[in-house]
């Protein structure tokens, strides 16, 4: 039998196609290993790098296309793997595929699925059948009986019945995999890893967790069971990955890594030495400086903790429960000992009021510095978790998508999700004691920020008394005086810092050079082609002009040399104001002071020109015209892109 398995779309937090996620998906690889050792063939389509390389349109054309795309692989049968912010792409794919052939069997798979498995067969004809909980053990059980879809003696299916039989059937049982190493190794010559170009690759390291925060499905959908590979069986999928493909740098992927000290410590005995680098999950009260060490000292270079919440208050509610105290000593001794942390937030619990959400932004704003990614996210109801149980009939709908649910595409997407409101939960939020709109506002605001970069932000904040809690409450009081609708944009932010400080004061002039880019945050940064003088260039989409800015690279280095400072430096430290041209996207950072005679040149290219073309122009003006080689420097430093010249009509 072919198979073919459909990957997720799940949308960036940065919102830039160019940056969707392409790391292979350690779920399916799991599936395709446990069908091909069942004799299936297996191919994974992964509609985010179609996306990403340009192949498939992310627009109302989507769904047909990737259904025509999926079809060409002539499938015998066809599995999704669903999460609430990838649903919308499922349903309508799958509903293409039906259309297209009414024989197809259809599978869903996956946390979503698992949860609401009887509500998406009753609902959506398009499916035939939903493989619950972990489906290595099932699922070439599964596909053997498929045809006659006799499964009543396989744990954890549900189905739509045969033409014959009416309604749907479900077997019992949540199917669980109690030893990871048992699984064979997987393939990931299902993705086409060398043309990925990731700075890592991904392996599972575990599966479960032992907590019960009432925000999570992870617990749920994995039964509580916190289960971590061997040390043997872990460098031994690290060696395999290196001799294939030549990686070094690995993610271990486990929600809670290092809630079995003992297992990490044989890990980390296991694996030093070998050269590899790799990051991993944990929580704050699950490692202490001796642990961090032994990580550290074997090749451990990133933490992820998910802090949650600053406020006591909603660390009790939530029944994430950590020791607050902890937050900040474990995040600088990671930083002591050479790791980089990713330190993650949420807000929006519906019990949670200003002073609790202010607590959270506080607790964001100490904790960010170099080597140090601070997040904030909006709560997304998740079927599975308690909490979900408790308020789902409180949902409600206003339209904001968020950071990782798909676009809604039509009237279509939209009846979807008014109609089924629980099982597009995701696009949903729970009413709550601080209005939705100031919700929003807030986590759009500390997003631009923080685009600034944790040097400029945590130096700003030295004029907020450290508190980003006050620097946000000013945005948005100053949204207010603009008549300001909606989401905060860079422009609103930009303008807030100038009637602040100044048009030309340092703080400002490190907002306008961060948030520039914003426009411009999908450049690609394609290689442009060896120089020629005859060839069409054009300026960077990537590069700006500012009047009256500083030079930031000054700035940031002066920052730097003060530490951890309380005061803001003399403005008067950093010369006078000038026109400076900066490049924000991907041909790398750059900020340089322009003479009035390059500023010029580079305006021409406003307009695509060749630069054989601006050299005459110039000649013609004043006499004399740079040299070719002036004109090479400009397009080997990303300024001067190739562009094609648009004929006049």
Not at 594 to 610: K, N, W, Y
């Amino acid at each position: 039998m072919k198979v073919v398995l459909v990957d997720n779309l799940v949308m960036p937090e940065e919102g830039a196609v160019s940056l969707l996620d392409v790391h292979p998906h350690l779920g399916l690889l799991a599936l395709a290993a446990a069908a091909e050792a069942d004799g299936h063939r297996v191919e994974i389509y992964d509609p985010k790098r179609e996306i990403r390389q340009g192949r498939l349109a992310y627009d109302e054309s989507l769904y047909e296309r990737a259904a025509a795309r999926i079809l060409q692989a002539s499938p015998d049968a066809v599995g999704f793997t669903t999460l609430g912010c990838s649903l919308l792409f499922v349903v309508n794919v799958a509903g293409v595929l039906r259309r297209g052939n009414r024989d197809l069997p259809i599978l869903l798979g996956g946390p979503h699925a698992t949860m609401l498995h009887r509500e998406l067969l009753a609902r959506f004809p398009q499916f035939d059948v939903v493989v619950r909980y972990e489906a290595d053990e099932t699922f070439a059980s599964v596909l053997k009986n498929l045809e006659r879809r006799l499964f009543d003696l396989i744990p954890g299916v549900s189905w739509r019945r045969s033409s014959r039989h009416d309604g749907l059937g479900f077997t019992e049982g949540k199917p669980k995999v109690e030893n990871l190493d048992r699984l064979p190794l997987y393939s990931y010559d299902h993705y086409p890893v060398e043309d990925l170009g990731l700075s890592l690759l991904r392996i599972e390291a575990g599966r479960g967790c032992p907590f019960a925060c009432t925000f999570c499905s992870t617990a749920g959908f994995f039964q509580r069971s916190f289960r971590l590979k061997t040390a043997e069986r872990l460098v031994r999928e690290l060696d395999a990955l290196h001799g294939r493909y030549g990686y070094t740098e690995f993610k271990l992927d486990h929600d809670m890594f290092t809630v079995n000290r003992s297992k990490v410590a044989e890990f980390c005995e296991a694996v030093r030495g070998r050269g590899y680098r790799w990051r991993v999950s944990a929580r704050v009260d699950c490692v202490d400086r001796e642990l961090l060490r032994l990580m550290a000292d074997a090749g451990c270079a990133g933490l992820y903790f998910g802090i949650e919440t600053g406020s006591e208050r909603m660390q009790r509610i939530s029944q994430k429960r950590l020791e607050l105290g902890m937050v900040e000593p474990m995040l600088e001794a990671a930083r002591e000992f050479g790791m980089e942390t990713t330190a993650s937030f949420i807000t929006g619990y519906p019990e949670e009021t200003e002073a609790d959400r202010d607590e959270t932004l506080d607790m964001m704003g100490r904790a960010t510095r170099p080597g140090r990614l601070t997040q904030l996210h909006l709560l997304m109801p998740e079927p599975g978790t308690p909490l979900f149980a408790q308020r789902s009939g409180e949902l409600r709908y206003d339209g904001y998508r968020g950071r990782f649910n798909a676009n809604i595409f039509g009237e279509g997407d939209e009846r979807l999700i008014a109609e089924h409101a629980e099982l597009f939960s995701t696009y949903y939020y729970y009413p709550g004691e601080v209005a939705r709109e100031e919700q929003i506002f807030v986590v759009e605001t500390v997003d631009v920020l923080r685009r600034a970069g944790p040097v400029a932000l945590r130096y700003t904040l030295r004029a907020y008394g450290g508190r980003l809690s006050r620097l946000a409450r000013e945005i948005r009081q100053f949204g207010r005086t603009r008549g300001w609708a909606g989401q905060p944009e860079a422009s609103l932010v930009a303008a807030y810092f100038e009637e602040k400080f100044g048009r030309t004061h340092h703080i400002t002039a490190l907002f306008r050079y961060a948030l520039a880019g914003e426009e411009t945050a999908d450049v690609t940064g394609e290689e442009t082609g060896a120089f020629d003088r005859r060839k069409v260039y054009r300026v960077g989409a990537d590069v700006h002009i500012f009047q009256e800015l500083r030079d930031c690279a000054l700035i940031l280095n002066r920052i730097r040399e003060t530490g951890e400072g309380d005061g803001l430096i003399d403005d008067g430290e950093f010369g006078e104001p000038g026109v400076f041209l900066t490049r924000t996207g991907g041909g790398g950072a750059l900020c340089a002071r322009l003479d009035a005679g390059t500023e010029a040149i580079v305006g021409l290219f406003a307009e695509p020109r060749s630069c054989e073309e601006v050299m005459t122009m110039i000649e013609e003006a004043a006499g004399v015209a740079p040299e070719a080689g002036f004109f090479e420097e400009l397009v080997n430093a990303g300024i001067l892109a190739e562009a094609e010249r648009v004929a006049a009509r």
